[in-house]
């Protein structure tokens, strides 16, 4: 029988990546790939188990599901991602519903754990996290113009507040010839945008070449012609190189974009949080990056409400904001995890201290976003054109990720085609949103 499979992926950029792997394999079995849980015999759910919102998100999508399979409209659920690493038979033991929790290191033998799921077996499959496959066959499920290429996975920086090496395990770099065939690949299935994703992309390749390798990565990339944008995230300050620095400013190919998680700071929150750094060190750095890189559009996080986290820090942090002028800037409250330091530490922050200092923080962000989106007014830039919204169209600029910030809004006298490149002038903006026309 020729079953189908549906998956819903939780999380973030990485976690959709395993998820890819995982429904080419089942392509690859023989499985019906499907887009919904109607359509579907058996339901995977890639989970996120990062923070507090994202545990909830997906113990709500499990629940969601299994009243399909208490309607009898699918037959099995199997779950997997960094909620099941984390939980383990915990969500077995609470939600009998589910056929299957699996581990990450699981994902290669994701075909027998589902086929097992299928005639009634359960299964619970935790294997070391290193058998993780960092790379593979994907099913993309992004648009046919934009991946997302995963160099590296788990993380050795053990930041206080942060469960990820205990979820994703050790950080292990992708060889760079590896990581280039893959973007080969891509390109010639019509990809025209990579985004490079790690837990630290700027650590990349220390583990394998004993320094850090992202500068030559890129320039290896660049060099495919099909690609024609790439795209950064997760750069650690302390890890931006001069080297980096300067094959973004001058490699065409290579967006004018960087997002670098920051998290705060004040010096004395950032050191219990176990981050190098302080506001002064990266104003420096930011100085330096926009003197070598015009027109260089910055996306930073920041964590408020972290334990001791005091009025004068925040308002350092605040003031940080403001002079920093970040082009895209998000923000999230701490929260308590399970398993690190910062979840027994004194002096743990109110829940609604934690959330005014995070709308004060986003007020102030939103005035910074309409002096810079006031600034682009009449200006032209490169788009690539995401989607079609009837009698107008989603694009983005190099300034632009997808999903996670804003697009352009634009209009047009003639059909424009999803995933090509066009010139567009910014003729106005409504909040965060851009708007402009088309004008080649």
């Known amino acids: 029988m020729n079953f189908s499979v549906g998956m819903i992926s939780l999380g973030c950029p990485k976690n959709q990546v395993d998820g890819e792997i995982i429904l080419s394999k089942m392509k ?9 849980i109607e359509e579907s015999d058996l339901m995977i759910i890639n989970t996120c188990g990062f923070i507090e919102s994202a545990k909830q998100e997906a113990i709500e999508t499990i629940l969601e599901v299994a009243e399909y399979k208490k309607a009898g409209l699918i037959s099995a659920i199997v779950v997997t991602g960094c909620l099941a690493e984390r939980y ?3 969500i077995l033991k609470e939600m009998p519903e589910v056929d299957a929790v699996v581990g990450i ?7 027998k754990i589902c086929q097992k799921a299928l005639i009634g077996l359960s299964t619970s499959q935790f294997p070391d996290k290193c058998y993780l496959p960092l790379s593979d066959e994907r099913l993309l499920s992004t648009p046919s113009h934009l991946a997302y290429l995963k160099i590296s996975d788990g993380c050795d920086n053990r930041c206080s507040y942060c469960a990820i090496p205990s979820i994703r395990g050790k950080f292990r770099s992708r060889e760079i010839e590896d990581v280039v065939s893959e973007a080969k690949v891509l390109a010639e299935r019509g990809v025209k945008e ?7 992309t700027t650590k990349y390749g220390v583990d394998i070449y004993g320094e850090y390798k992202l500068d030559e990565l890129l320039r290896e990339l660049v060099k495919i012609d099909n690609i ?3 795209r950064l995230y997760y750069c650690y300050p302390e890890r931006i190189t001069d080297s980096l620095i300067d094959v973004i400013a001058s490699e065409e190919k290579i967006c004018k974009y960087i997002d670098i998680p920051l998290q705060h700071a004040d010096k004395n929150v950032l050191k219990n949080m176990n981050r190098a750094g302080d506001c002064e060190s990266y104003m420096r750095l930011i100085e330096k990056m926009r003197a070598k890189i015009p027109d260089l559009a910055l996306r930073t996080t920041f964590m408020v409400g972290f334990p001791g986290e005091t009025d004068e820090q925040f308002e350092t942090l605040c003031d940080f904001v403001n002079d920093a002028m970040f ?5 999230f409250t701490f929260s308590p995890e399970e398993d690190t330091p910062a979840y027994d530490m004194d002096n743990q922050i109110d829940e609604d201290v934690k959330l005014r200092r ?14 810079i989106n006031e600034s682009k007014l009449n200006r032209k830039y490169k788009v690539i ?4 919204d009837g009698e107008s169209y989603i694009g983005r600029a190099y300034f632009d990720s997808p999903e996670i910030d804003s697009g352009i809004i634009i209009t047009s006298d003639k059909p424009l085609n999803i995933g090509e490149f066009y010139e567009v002038i910014i003729t106005d903006y409504d909040g965060y949103d851009l708007k402009g026309k088309c004008v080649n």
């Open 327 to 331: 082009d895209k800037m998000g923000s």
């Open 194 to 200: 990579l985004i490079l994703i790690a837990q630290d």
């Open 228 to 230: 024609k944008w790439i």
């Open 385 to 388: 054109i995401d989607d079609c």
């Open 28 to 36: 690859s079995a023989g499985f019906r790939i499907v887009g919904s």
């Open 105 to 111: 290191g699981a994902n290669s033998d994701i075909v």
């Open 88 to 90: 383990q038979d915990e």
């Open 358 to 371: 995070q709308e004060v923080l986003m007020d102030a962000q939103y005035t910074i976003t309409q002096r």
